[in-house]
């Protein structure tokens, strides 16, 4: 598995924790993603330009 999709798993992992926990809820994710989503996908874009080797 890739890296990125390691820190994929971690990060999905923890959020549920949390918010089983009670600690986070995903009305607070849905709001940032709505904001950002075009900021996440020229991200992944240009790690996916980097990652790319020759």
């Known amino acids: 598995m890739s ?3 390691s820190i994929a798993l ?5 959020l549920f924790l949390l918010s089983n ?7 607070q994710v849905a709001q940032v993603l709505h904001t950002w989503w ?5 991200a ?3 790690l996916g330009l980097l ?3 020759g």
């Open 10 to 14: 971690i990060v999905v992992g923890s």
């Open 51 to 53: 990652g790319k080797k």
């Open 38 to 42: 075009p900021l996440i996908l020229i």
């Open 21 to 27: 926990l009670g600690l986070f809820r995903f009305s």
């Open 44 to 46: 992944v874009g240009v």
């Open 3 to 5: 890296r990125f999709g």
